[in-house]
């Protein structure tokens, strides 16, 4: 298959970066919303609705065309999909904070504000007890999701480990 010239690859890297922005930005974003006290239901649920906003904007496509851009560079650059060990490590955490994101977090998420929205504009004490452990779940994984992707970011950036062929 034939491989990106230099500028090409300069152009990839420069997506891939952006989106790796993006999706990074977006999940610390939405865990400082998560952890942000709120005084009372409806700051809550802006919170929350904020957080969702960033999510479907950000995060989502940030996420997934980051894993387009990594795709092409497995298949039009040297670097390949699995041929260093940092680049499998990349591959196996960053596809595991897309599962737990989409299959953990945002349902979670979606159940709160779905339960929250009936009663936050009547309601005027925040309904912590409603949402107890989940509420403690998603701002738990929002906080470990940023964490884990900027350690992606470093682990890019410094390409740890020693090739896996010699």
């Known amino acids: 298959m034939k491989q990106f010239t230099p500028k090409g ?17 977006g999940v610390v974003m939405m865990a ?5 006290p709120s005084s009372n239901s409806l700051q809550f649920l802006y919170n929350q609705q904020t957080a969702m906003l960033i999510d479907y904007s950000l995060v989502i496509p ?11 560079y497995g298949l039009k650059t040297n670097w390949g999909f699995f041929k260093y060990r940092w680049l499998t490590v990349k591959w ?4 595991s904070v897309i599962l737990i994101g989409t299959f953990g977090l945002h349902p979670i998420a979606t ?14 004490h925040l309904p912590t007890d409603l949402f107890g452990a989940k509420l ?9 999701q ?3 992707l900027i350690w992606l970011v470093y682990v890019s950036v410094f390409k740890p480990w020693k ?3 010699k």
């Open 92 to 95: 196996i955490v960053g596809i």
């Open 62 to 72: 940030g996420a997934i065309c980051a894993v387009i851009t990594g795709i092409l």
């Open 146 to 148: 940023g964490l884990v």
């Open 32 to 36: 400082i919303l998560y952890w942000q």
């Open 136 to 144: 403690t779940v998603i701002k738990i994984m929002a906080l470990v």
């Open 111 to 124: 159940e709160i504000i779905a339960n929250l929205s009936p009663i936050a504009s009547t309601d005027t």
């Open 9 to 25: 690859m300069k152009t990839l890297k420069t997506i891939h970066l952006l989106l790796i922005m993006m999706w990074t930005i």
């Open 163 to 165: 090739s896996t062929k």
